[in-house]
Structure formats: C-alpha cells, structure tokens
C-alpha cells in the first residue's frame, strides 16, 4: 500500500501544478479544470485500493492506516493547497488583476478542519475494520490512536495555547484598546 500512497502523492502534485500551467500559462481553462478535479479523485483510488486489498485478506498493516489518515486529511486540507497554489500562479502569471487576498483563518478554524480531518480518517479506519475483521485489524486501531492524538495534539499548539496566551498578554492580537482601559482605570 505503501507505493500506492507515495505515487498518489506524486500524481497530486503532478496534477495541480499540470492544472495551473495549463490554466495561466496555456489559457487552457477546461483541460486545467479536468486536472485540478482528478485531485480529489486521486484520494477515492487510494481508499478504494486499501479497501480491495483488505478484502482480499491482507492483514492490515501500517500502510493500510495511513492510507486513511492521508485521505482524511487530503480531503480536509486539500482544497485549500489547491486554492493556494492557484492564487499564486494568478498573481504570478495571470495578466488580470491580482487575486483577492483571503483573510486568515484563526487556530480555532485550523483545529475544527483538524477534527473533521480526524474524523473522516476515523470513519475510513472503521470501515476497513469491518472490512479486515476486528483480529486483523492492530494497524487500524493503531491509527485511530494517532488520529485522536494529532486532534488533542493540535488543540493544545493551537487554540489552547491561544487563549493561555490571550489570557496571559492582553496586549497580543489587538487587544491594546481593552488593556489601555483597564491599566486607566487602575490608576
């Protein structure tokens, strides 16, 4: 499953890049259109190979589970790369005017795309659970582990620590207006 993985990645990013240089360099709007959609589908034959080697009765393995984490996470975070890189090749090479900017997401936003990721990752693992079987299932589990892991993980680097901070600094994220009111009425 390994190689499956790893080509799947490969042909993301063969994909997306094809994608924009057709699309600002060729002016070739339907074929880039063709190449950024055959991104996601990408991820679809990945779980379905995973899923079709489990039935077969491979014992789930390392790569099975993070067949399912790539997946879920690809799906969540995916197309936002893609927006990304688009921006950048529109501003780069596109003769119109510059892409507009996106205002930021906070962590919180991170996180919750994060527990989605999660959550689709943990849906997938399930399902090949049930394809393998509960006794052929270590690796599955296993990764259902991580998948909960890297949820708490990223809470605690991301939101948590935030509002520890907030808490902490006022002063931080433009809060300067409540602590100047607050250090005024203190005098």
């Known amino acids: 499953m390994l190689p499956y993985i790893v080509i799947g990645e490969a042909l993301f ?5 094809a994608g924009v240089c057709a699309r600002y360099l060729l002016r070739w709007r339907t074929a880039s259109t063709i190449l950024l959609i055959a991104t996601p589908l990408i991820d679809i034959v990945i779980i379905v190979l995973t899923y079709i080697d489990l039935y077969r009765g491979a014992t789930s393995d390392f790569s099975h589970g993070l067949a399912a984490f790539y997946v879920g996470f690809s799906v969540v975070f995916g197309p936002e790369l893609i927006a990304r890189v688009d921006r950048r090749f529109a501003k780069r090479y596109s003769a119109q005017e510059s892409a507009p900017a996106v205002p930021s997401k906070t962590s919180l936003a991170y996180w ?3 527990l989605t990721a999660s959550s689709i990752t ?9 394809i393998a079987g509960l006794a052929d299932s270590f690796w599955l589990i296993y990764w259902m582990i991580v998948a909960v892991f890297t949820t708490v993980s990223w809470a605690v680097v991301g939101p948590v620590r935030d509002r520890w901070r907030r808490r902490r600094n006022p002063n931080r994220n433009g809060d300067r207006a409540d602590a100047d009111a607050q250090r005024t009425s203190e005098h």
């Not at 990013?13 to 890049?17: D, G, K, P």
């Not at 943990?122 to 049930?130: D, K, S």
């Open 13 to 17: 990013w063969v994909f997306l890049l």
């Open 112 to 114: 919750l795309r994060c």
């Open 122 to 130: 943990i849906a997938l693992l399930i399902g090949g659970i049930v």
